[in-house]
């Protein structure tokens, strides 16, 4: 099933953005262990919409409500059922993209699969309101880990052509992480390159258009040796799982695509010993060599598009008649998916790590 993910812990994802509902299932979660729900709505209230001018104007609650799996706050071995409601729907918005679909979107791509019979308003099941139930799995998992002493940050690391200060890949610790996840309204190492970036978010949407970036995320705390050579590495889970977060694009680790321009010699990370422990002295292989990881921070950073929905007239098709037309968009959307994205990329990350820790 495409919207499952994991083999010991076991993810699902259900509704579409404005069906009554959406949710997740979690199979697989180890008994006994406490859900804090104020921290878990704290998680999830940095990607709730409405927050301002960078973010879309819909507005939702997203208070999950726990159909199964918890017992007076604590999980029962049930597989547990959380559900959000939908209540700010405009479905109307949607009328002139049922015969036309949206450049930039899976509206078409959908209507080949499904015959004609996909849900278009507001995205549908491909909509980004499914990374709110994508984020209750993140934010369980998230408190779980804080209790093994691993800890999973991330900020954004670009918008258009504004760049933050990347992570320290050696010196990060978690204090950096929680600094970062408390800044407001954007979570960024440097301020200044903050309010460049909703500068740059702003012009953008002034023109009716939209801009993406980059958000870059670490885990501290792995202990070395987790993780499979071939399709069962860090990499791929972590890929896969960040993959389900719509405008995702590209993912790189450690140097990434910059490791191409260099010559071994500079690429290499020389190992020392570090507090007794096995280490290496740069981390340009972003905690993760040959699938496994070695104790180094993990870190990887995840590419968004621009929302393909923007108001400025776009070429599209009329299906039912195969002809060529104009489009105008209306509805809600993020001028910028980034600024919301940042705690899915920790909820991916989270998910993708679970059959490997728990």
Not at 46 to 67: C, I, N, S, W
Not at 135 to 142: K, P
Not at 233 to 254: D, S
Not at 329 to 356: K, W, Y
């Amino acid at each position: 099933m495409s919207s499952a993910y994991g083999e010991r812990i076991k993810i699902s994802i259900f509704g579409q953005s404005h069906a009554p509902a959406i949710g997740v299932v979690i199979d697989g979660l180890p008994a006994g262990e406490t859900i804090d729900s104020d921290r878990l709505q704290a998680f999830l209230d940095r990607r709730r919409p409405g927050q301002g001018l960078h973010t879309t104007a819909r507005k939702e609650g997203d208070v999950p409500r726990f159909l199964s799996g918890l017992v007076e706050g604590r999980t029962c071995g049930a597989p547990l059922c959380a559900v959000i409601e939908n209540t700010d729907t405009r479905s109307r918005d949607y009328d002139n993209v049922l015969d036309v679909p949206r450049p930039g979107h899976a509206d078409y791509t959908a209507w080949v699969k499904w015959r004609g019979h996909n849900d278009v308003r507001g995205g549908g099941h491909f909509s980004g309101r499914l990374t709110a139930p994508l984020c209750i799995a993140g934010g369980i998992l998230l408190q779980l880990y804080e209790r093994r002493g691993i800890a999973v940050g991330a900020h954004i690391a670009a918008i258009a052509d504004v760049k933050d200060r990347p992570f320290p890949p050696v010196e990060i610790t978690a204090e950096t992480l929680q600094a970062v996840r408390e800044r407001k309204p954007l979570a960024v190492m440097d301020e200044e390159a903050g309010q460049r970036m909703l500068a740059a978010i702003y012009d953008a949407s002034a023109q009716g258009d939209s801009v993406g970036g980059v958000v870059e995320c670490c885990v501290l705390g792995l202990p070395a040796g987790l993780g499979d050579p071939m399709f069962d590495g860090l990499e791929n889970r972590i890929a896969r799982a960040a993959f389900g977060i719509p405008a995702v694009k590209g993912i790189e680790f450690g140097a990434g695509f910059g490791a191409a321009a260099l010559r071994g010699s500079e690429n290499n990370d020389a190992f020392c010993i570090r507090n007794g422990q096995v280490a290496t002295e740069t981390n340009r292989h972003g905690g993760i060599l040959g699938g496994i990881s070695t104790g180094m921070p993990l870190l990887f950073r995840c590419a968004f598009k621009p929302t393909p929905s923007i108001i400025r007239e776009q070429r599209s098709v009329r299906l039912s008649v195969m002809e060529e037309t104009d489009l105008v968009i209306r509805g809600r959307h993020d001028p910028c998916v980034v600024t919301r994205a940042v705690p899915c990329v920790e909820a991916a990350a989270a998910i993708a790590l679970a059959d490997v820790l728990l």
